[in-house]
Structure formats: structure tokens, C-alpha cells
């Protein structure tokens, strides 16, 4: 892959509404669009951390430092044979996953390009369409809570996941089985409760969730195979499964029944495409996850969620549901609980340099 050109554009866009989770509430969603070209063709990827505490310890900033100061120069200086060279190139570099998911997903878009088609196929996934679930925040009342569930469930969503930390989990929990009867239903917590937690946790069986998300601390996975032992809710982990060691320890300590994977926390799509063998191999399912990303980002968890053990598949959502705006034309759109991914090659989608203009921070290009 011959490289001519690398361009990072910083956007910003507004939220349509305040995301808050256990641990940050966000306003506006910061992305970093990687454009990298080669022969006449453009590969895009995004590296999407949120701002400030949100989720991850990255942030849009170091992301971008990242990105100038130690992953791009790389790329500039020799030229990757294929995505695995792309990754080893990366390797020597620790942590930083959504940095180099950025990069990463921008080769896979180009590789996808090359062989004229569209990344989903390129990827090994058969489905052309992908069921999307809606995700909630916390808010400052439950009748809020359930006036947004209601608001966005308009757009034919199947599946709704609330989020909860201690103190915002029984009552709203009653409050949306009462109004919304036998939906199918998951909670996220976010690394929110203790080991001393447990017994309350396990009392969520009531609500027969389809999974509990990340109930203990990240680094707690003997916490999470207590709680999977004593409890009929399914397990889900997602902070916690950062890399292939651990979520293999995590598979050996019985510690969840399903895997989260994101793109950008495992740091791209062949590390998201082998975390899912692993999960495969022992019959763990797992989804494709979002925090959410904007346009390019949320694409491409959707052609990931096209593979056969993505059985959830995915809570990218439409453009609409979380932004103001989007970097891609068109916008992701749910019909019926259901996205139809683009037929075209590569991601499948244009960008909006309308949106791009208007929501930039900042530009870099690299030579
Ligand atoms: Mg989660």
C-alpha cells in the first residue's frame, strides 16, 4: 500500500441530547478523522475517545498526539504490505488503542477499496442488514427516562439497554418493565458497583434482563465469575475486555457469558476480528459495541457486526438518535429496528464535507 497522503481533521459535533453514564457525562462528541491516501484512492478511519474522563482514559488530544508524534511517522517512512503489516507497524508502541484504531480502520476501509468491495465481505461477514438496539442514559428523573425511551423507540428499535450505577437501577428498571411490558432489555453499569454489590445485583433477576454490562471494576474479572455463579442474568463484559489475554482469562475464570467488542478499545478491526475468534471458538457471543462514534466509526462496527457469532449484533444507532450532524452522507438510518448496510466497496459511505467544515477544530496533513 503506497502511501501519498495522510489527513487528520479534529470535528466536534453537539449531542442532540446529554449523554451521562456512572462515570461522565459528555455534551458534544469529539472524533478524529484519518484520511489516508494512496493511488487515487482515499481510506477513511475515525479515532473516537470521548472527552475528558468519559469511558476511556484516551482523549481526543492525546489521540491526536499520538497520532502526529508516533503512528503517522511510521506510516510515512515504509509502506505495509497488507492490515497485518499495518498493526505491526504499531506494535512497539504501548496502549493507545484509539489512536490506532483510527489509523487501522482507515487501512481496512483502503484494503476493502482495493479489492473492490464492501468491508463487511471483506471482513468475512454474510449479512447485509443488522439489527440495532437503543441505548439510554442516566437522567435526572425516571419520567425522563421514560419519555426518551419512548421518543426514539418510534424508530422500530427491538432492544433497549438502560444504563445504571447504584441508587439508578431497581426503581427505573420497574418503571420501564411497567410501561414498556416484555421488551428485550439490558442494563450497562460501567464498572459502577463493588464486590459488596453482588447480592443486589443478583436481585436484578427479577427484570429478566438480557444482560448485566460491566457490573464490577474492569481488573475484577473473579468479581464477575462470583456474580455469573450466584445470578441467571447473563454476564457482559466490556471495559474489562481489552485485549486477547484477558478476555481469554476471562473465558477460563467463567467470568461472562457474552463480549462487548469495540473497535476502537482494542485498538482496530483485526484485533476486534480475532477477539471474536477466540469468543467463537469457546461459544461466547459477543456484539459490536459503540460509546457511540460518529459516522465513520459507527460504520464500521456495523460491517463488523455482520459476522455470524455477533449475535446481538450491534447498539450503533442512527445518525440522528445521538448527533446534531454526521461526517458521513448518508446518515445511518434504522428502519424497522433494522440498519441496511451500503453496497458500495470499502465502508460504503461518502463523506459530508459540508459537516466537516462547519464542526472542524483543527486540520493536519502529512507528506
Ligand atoms: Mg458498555
Redesign the pocket.
Known amino acids: 500500500m503506497k502511501i501519498d497522503q495522510i489527513i487528520l481533521t479534529h470535528v466536534r459535533i453537539p449531542l442532540t441530547e446529554p449523554f451521562k ?1 456512572s462515570n461522565g457525562e459528555i455534551t458534544e462528541k469529539d472524533a478524529i478523522l484519518v484520511g489516508v491516501h494512496s493511488e487515487g484512492l482515499i481510506g477513511y478511519g475515525e479515532s473516537s475517545p470521548m472527552s475528558g474522563s468519559f ?1 476511556s482514559e484516551e482523549t481526543p488530544e492525546s489521540a491526536w498526539d499520538c497520532l502526529v508524534g508516533e503512528l503517522i511517522p511510521r506510516f510515512l517512512q515504509s509502506h505495509p504490505a497488507g492490515i497485518v503489516d499495518v498493526n505491526n507497524l504499531m506494535s512497539p508502541i504501548p496502549g493507545n488503542a484509539f489512536a490506532k484504531a483510527g489509523i487501522e480502520t482507515a487501512f481496512w476501509d483502503l484494503a476493502a477499496q482495493q479489492e473492490n468491495v464492501p468491508l463487511s465481505k471483506y471482513l468475512g461477514g454474510k449479512r447485509s442488514q443488522v439489527e440495532s438496539g437503543l441505548a439510554v442514559g442516566i437522567f435526572p428523573s425516571i419520567k425522563e427516562l421514560l419519555l426518551s425511551i419512548e421518543k426514539h423507540l418510534i424508530e422500530g428499535y427491538k432492544r433497549v439497554k438502560i444504563k445504571i450505577q447504584p441508587g439508578w437501577d431497581v426503581k427505573p428498571l420497574a418503571e420501564v418493565r411497567c410501561m414498556f411490558g416484555s421488551i428485550q432489555l439490558m442494563v ?1 453499569a ?1 464498572c459502577a458497583y463493588t464486590r459488596e454489590d453482588l447480592p443486589h445485583l443478583r436481585s436484578l433477576d427479577d427484570f429478566d434482563l438480557m444482560m448485566i ?2 457490573p464490577l471494576p474492569k481488573d475484577d474479572l473473579e468479581g464477575h465469575a462470583r456474580l455469573r455463579a450466584m445470578s441467571r442474568t447473563p454476564i ?1 463484559l ?2 474489562s475486555a481489552k485485549d486477547i489475554p484477558t478476555v481469554q482469562r476471562a473465558i477460563e475464570l467463567k467470568s461472562c457469558d457474552i463480549i ?1 467488542i ?1 473497535i476502537q478499545r482494542v485498538g482496530g478491526l483485526l484485533n476486534a476480528k480475532r477477539m471474536n475468534d477466540v469468543c467463537a471458538q469457546a461459544r461466547v457471543s459477543v456484539w459490536g ?1 459503540t ?1 457511540p462514534e460518529l459516522g465513520i466509526g459507527g460504520v464500521q462496527t456495523l460491517h463488523l457486526s455482520t459476522l455470524a457469532n455477533f449475535s446481538y449484533p450491534t447498539d450503533v444507532e442512527s445518525s440522528k438518535r445521538w448527533f446534531v450532524d454526521d461526517i458521513i452522507d448518508p446518515f445511518i438510518e434504522v428502519h424497522d429496528g433494522v440498519i441496511t448496510l451500503p453496497e458500495g466497496k470499502g465502508n460504503g459511505y461518502s463523506l459530508n464535507t459540508r459537516a466537516i467544515e462547519r464542526y472542524k477544530v483543527r486540520e493536519q496533513q502529512f507528506r
Open positions: 453514564i469511558y450497562d460501567n454490562e460491566q457482559c466490556d471495559e462487548n469495540k459495541g460509546m
